[in-house]
Antibody, heavy 120, light 110 residues
Framework: DVQLVQSGAEVKKPGESLKISCKGSGYSFTSHWIGWVRQMPGKGLEWMGIIYPGDSDTRYSPSFQGQVTISADKSISTAYLQWSSLKASDTAMYYC?????????????WGQGTLVTVSS | QSVLTQPPSVSAAPGQKVTISCSGTFSNIGNNYVSWYQQLPGTAPKLLIYDNNKRPSGIPDRFSGSKSGTSATLGITGLQTGDEADYYCGTWDSDLSAGVFGGGTKLTVL
């Protein structure tokens, strides 16, 4: 069965760095795009970016370019989302999701979400 | 402000049919496939429709999708109380070179 298992909830202070993870299993990790989606409290879904673990080709939404870094380690079938300096406005639920084998809009499997809370 | 426009809420009685619209532009819906997601309270989104009108395995045929020009529509027939959720459309935007979602529609089954 395809599974995406995300790392646990985080509580951080403004200015701190953070890297959250998403481990894929049950499929060829290097053959599918993996995306990250933000959901702020009580708000809708926001497409952040996507990576192809096979060659690390990465695309970012203009809204998130320069704000976060998406990476992947294909040797351990894990994708990452990281911040170098968190802000209170980064408080949100973050989902990873599996894309297609080609760059396309749909995500067919989703992780359980990682809640990130940034507060002084 | 989302790139794709959805009504904030829709409602209908059990057993009835409801449609949810998703409006965009030529650079997104007009030139790319649309997908739809259901997000039940407190859970991760789930893919309902991809490639405008295809259903993944396990999604009942009560759910359907269509696209015309720069708009897409999700239809749900035989409404059940378990269908109460937030529904999102999504597609690729060729101008942004990124994916985009609609703002979401809250479905209430009265």
């Amino acid at each position: 069965d395809v599974q995406l298992v995300q790392s646990g909830a985080e509580v951080k202070k403004p200015g701190e760095s953070l890297k959250i993870s998403c481990k894929g299993s049950g499929y060829s990790f290097t053959s599918h795009w993996i995306g990250w989606v933000r959901q702020m409290p009580g708000k809708g879904l926001e497409w952040m970016g996507i990576i192809y673990p096979g060659d690390s080709d990465t695309r970012y939404s203009p809204s998130f370019q320069g704000q976060v870094t998406i990476s992947a380690d294909k040797s351990i079938s894990t994708a990452y989302l990281q911040w170098s300096s968190l802000k209170a406005s980064d408080t949100a639920m973050y989902y990873c999701a599996r894309g297609s084998t080609v760059l396309s809009p749909e995500f067919d499997y989703w992780g359980q979400g990682t809640l990130v809370t940034v507060s002084s | 402000q989302s790139v794709l426009t959805q009504p904030p809420s829709v409602s209908a009685a059990p057993g009835q049919k409801v449609t949810i619209s998703c409006s965009g532009t030529f650079s997104n819906i007009g030139n790319n496939y649309v997908s739809w997601y259901q997000q039940l309270p407190g859970t991760a989104p789930k893919l309902l429709i991809y490639d405008n009108n295809k259903r993944p395995s396990g999604i009942p045929d009560r759910f359907s999708g269509s696209k015309s020009g720069t708009s897409a529509t999700l239809g749900i027939t035989g409404l059940q109380t378990g269908d109460e959720a937030d529904y999102y459309c999504g597609t690729w935007d060729s101008d942004l070179s990124a994916g985009v979602f609609g703002g979401g529609t809250k479905l209430t089954v009265l």
